[in-house]
Structures are given as structure tokens and as C-alpha cells.
């Protein structure tokens, strides 16, 4: 076999792997970034985190509510969209009127930061200075943003597969 014979079977092989590294490593950025599987975010309220097709944001004990099914995407820098499948629509925060609700379109105010120390994630609101959190109090009511803490149980959600 001539150099050059080999030198065009190891430019072959260097392409083969990079290709091959690279499709790996795209596939995997792409399952890490869309979240594939929906979960249910139970709150420590015991209520799970639904949004309703009509934008309403709230919490039900009720196991089998088809809005209860959450789909968390990536977004840039490390944050978090979360979309309502049942719904489409994307929680969002409204930081003026200071509440919850369900938008169709993608926008900042659907931006949060989801921290996950220990067992539960926090969902924190990346719109301006203030640390704003979702939260469910234990009647189902979305818990006014301006008093939620991370500390709080209606802060904190466990994410919960589903079938």
C-alpha cells in the first residue's frame, strides 16, 4: 500500500468518526433539549401545576386532569420554558400585574429558572431584579408572586412522570 493510499484511508476513517462523533453529540444535545417526556409538577401542596386552555393557572388534586401534563423545554442560558400540552400555551409571568397565566407565544416573561437542590425544583422568574417565584397555595389558587419564597412548600415542585 503507497502513502498516499494511506493517507486517503485515514482521511476516510478521521471523516467517518467525526461525522460519527458529531451525530451522536447532536442527538444528544436534541433529547436534553426538548425534554421528550412530559411530567406532572406536583406541588408539596399536593395539587399539581395546570394550565388551562383559557390561560388560567391554578392547581388540582385531580390526578387524571389532561392540563396537568407539562412539557419542559430548554431555552437559552440554562432556563426553562413550560408548556400545557393539553393547552399549548406557555406559563407565564406577568410581572406588572404580578400573576400566572397561560400565553400561546413565546416570550421573556415565559422564561424561569428551574433549580433543582435537593428532592423538588423551584421555578424563579428571570424578567427584572426581583425573585419571583410559581407557586400553588393548598386551595388550588396561584400564590401571589410577591410573596413567594424558595423556602416555601408552594414553591416547590417534584416532577412527576406520566403515562
Known amino acids: 500500500m503507497t502513502v498516499s493510499n494511506q493517507i486517503s484511508e485515514l482521511n476516510f476513517y478521521s471523516v467517518f468518526v467525526y461525522v460519527s462523533v458529531s451525530l451522536e453529540v447532536s442527538i444528544m444535545l436534541t433529547c436534553w433539549k426538548h425534554?421528550?417526556?412530559?411530567?406532572?409538577?406536583?406541588?408539596?401542596?399536593?395539587?399539581?401545576?395546570?394550565?388551562?386552555?383559557?390561560?388560567?393557572?391554578l392547581g388540582t388534586k385531580d390526578d387524571s386532569d389532561p392540563d396537568t401534563k407539562i412539557l419542559r423545554t430548554s431555552a437559552e442560558n440554562g432556563l426553562v420554558r413550560?408548556?400545557?400540552?393539553?393547552?399549548?400555551?406557555?406559563?407565564?409571568?406577568?410581572?406588572?400585574?404580578?400573576?400566572?397565566?397561560?400565553?400561546?407565544?413565546?416570550?421573556?416573561?415565559?422564561?424561569?429558572?428551574?433549580?433543582?437542590?435537593?428532592?423538588?425544583?423551584?421555578?424563579?422568574?428571570t424578567l427584572d431584579s426581583k425573585s419571583w417565584f410559581v407557586g400553588i397555595r393548598n386551595d388550588g389558587k396561584p400564590k401571589p408572586v410577591k410573596t413567594a419564597e424558595?423556602?416555601?412548600?408552594?414553591?416547590?415542585?417534584?416532577?412527576r412522570g406520566c403515562p
Request: hydrophobic share 30%; glycine share 6%; charged share 25%.
Open 35 to 57: 425534554h421528550s417526556n412530559p411530567v406532572k409538577l406536583w406541588c408539596l401542596t399536593e395539587c399539581h401545576l395546570t394550565i388551562r386552555p383559557n390561560g388560567e393557572v
Open 82 to 125: 413550560l408548556l400545557g400540552i393539553n393547552s399549548q400555551l406557555y406559563l407565564c409571568l406577568d410581572h406588572k400585574e404580578e400573576k400566572l397565566y397561560g400565553v400561546k407565544d413565546k416570550n421573556k416573561a415565559t422564561l424561569f429558572k428551574e433549580d433543582m437542590s435537593g428532592s423538588y425544583s423551584t421555578y424563579q422568574c
Open 150 to 159: 424558595a423556602t416555601q412548600k408552594e414553591t416547590r415542585f417534584l416532577p
